[in-house]
């Protein structure tokens, strides 16, 4: 099977510019062809608000961008591709004429997708002189962050180029879903159309507001939906009988007069008003560009933590990132993932945004407890949030850090801190953290600590109201014995 070298996105706008980020962003070159005049520019902003979302999306060393240009020709654009995917708005006869120019440029052992969202393949690869190399592969907005793609063929479309255009959608990082049979809008459209079409009802009808009808999806089943699909849910709404009690119980309720699902609303002025106004209203100041990056953010957490799902294997799309990162990890070599912890002063669960490709507790996370444990003992002498507004602090200087065991998503985790000694500018801590079950030693971390005037830059002698708060502490650690590890060089062995 070729892999991707040279992709070709014809149309460069919304969805244009996020294949060819996908495509880029994935190490492939990438050559865009649109007259629109502001294409560059418009592919050009898709593109940075991608390279934002793929420097939080994953840990994993990301291949070095591909080349993008923009061409002056579909011809030109076209040549010595693996991949040409089509853009342009959603005419048949517009899609028809630039489909064929496509077909008849593109190099014989490439393969061409349509992003329609409902046109027939049937009907797309009519004038074609090679139909058995094109498909529908609709994506979904940002597609440099939604993986799915619904695959569809046409009576000419050929098996085995839906099967290569699914293996080379997993070398981008994404889920190719082949549609066996043809019909207009697919499969993906035709469920979202049915949900749409009641939340305009009930809009019409005034039994809810835009803003509580997204509030009841993006709180409630849409967050089910994201991980599970809709009919693995009803299994589990089944109980332990499954999907078929839950089609016993709740199936009748199918023919109850709940939803005017088959009749759609008039689309009248003041139905578009109301809309368009409680929109207006929902999202307040924030702009679209405020949305997009604020719809990014929301994305990649959802596909971190769901790659974290399963024990650590990956849940749906989570899986499926997982997978990918680990085609990029291939060659890297692991980071150390490895914990740290007598005041016990933080209580914490391992969640999954804590969690790295291997399945356990992200190194930088250890630093993060730490520096969370310093900051409670600090809260317990007086430097607390009041403190430093007035202009002073501890600021640490020095850490050394031992990993000596493990954590794992879920497992409960606390610390503890030694005050080894003190004076009325230093602080000498020595933290331990522990796994709350075993009690075994995951990660100790060895600092100094300076009180200093943040405003002046310098260290500055300790009030006398904070260093009556520390020296009953120094006085009953000084009663104990030296920790374990305690001014351990970096690099000494054990003993």
Known sequence: ?????????????????????????????????DPHPECKRLVETVLANAARAYGRLTMAPLPKPGTLTFAASLQEAV???????????????????????????????AIIGSSTSGLL??????????????????????????????????????????????KLLAEIGMKGVAIEHEIEAFVADRLMEALWREA???????????????????????????????????????????????????????????????????????????????????????TIRDLERIRDDNLVAILQALKAGNDGAGWGAGALLKDFEARLQAEAPAPEVDLSGPLRLVETTVGPAWIDYNGHMTEHRYLQL??????????????????????ASYYTVETHIRHLGEAKLGERLHTTCQVVSADDKRLHVFHTIRNTESAQIVATAEQMLLHVDTEAGKSTPAPRTVLDRLEPIVRAHAALEEPDGFGRKVGEGRE
């Open 200 to 286: 305009l009802w009930l809009v019409n009808d005034g039994v809810a507001t835009v803003t509580e009808i997204d509030d009841i999806m993006r709180y409630g089943f849409g967050l089910r939906w994201a991980q599970m699909g809709l009919f693995q849910t009803y299994r589990i709404a089944g109980g332990e009988a499954g999907m078929r009690h839950f089609l016993h119980q709740f199936g009748p309720a199918l023919k109850w007069p709940w939803t005017k699902l088959m009749d759609v609303p008039d689309l009248t002025e003041d139905l578009i008003n109301r809309i368009a106004d409680q929109s207006d209203a929902q999202a307040g100041v924030l």
């Open 121 to 166: 393949p049937s009907d797309l690869q009519r004038d074609m002189r090679r139909p058995e190399r094109f498909f529908v592969a609709h994506p979904f907005n940002p597609v440099y962050l939604v993986p799915l793609v619904e695959l569809v063929g046409g009576k000419k479309t050929s098996p085995e180029a839906i099967a290569r255009a699914e």
């Open 79 to 109: 040549a010595d591709t693996q991949w040409v995917q089509e853009s342009v708005p959603e005419r048949l006869d517009l899609k028809q004429r630039v489909l064929a120019e496509i077909d008849a440029a593109a190099p014989e052992g």
């Open 1 to 33: 099977m070729h892999r991707i070298k040279k992709a070709a996105c014809i149309g460069g706008g919304v969805i244009g510019g996020g294949w060819a980020a996908r495509f880029l962003l994935s190490g492939h070159d990438v050559a865009v062809y």
């Open 370 to 391: 730490f520096g969370d444990t310093t900051d409670a003992l600090l809260r317990l002498i007086g430097v607390d949030a009041d403190y430093v507004a007035k202009g």
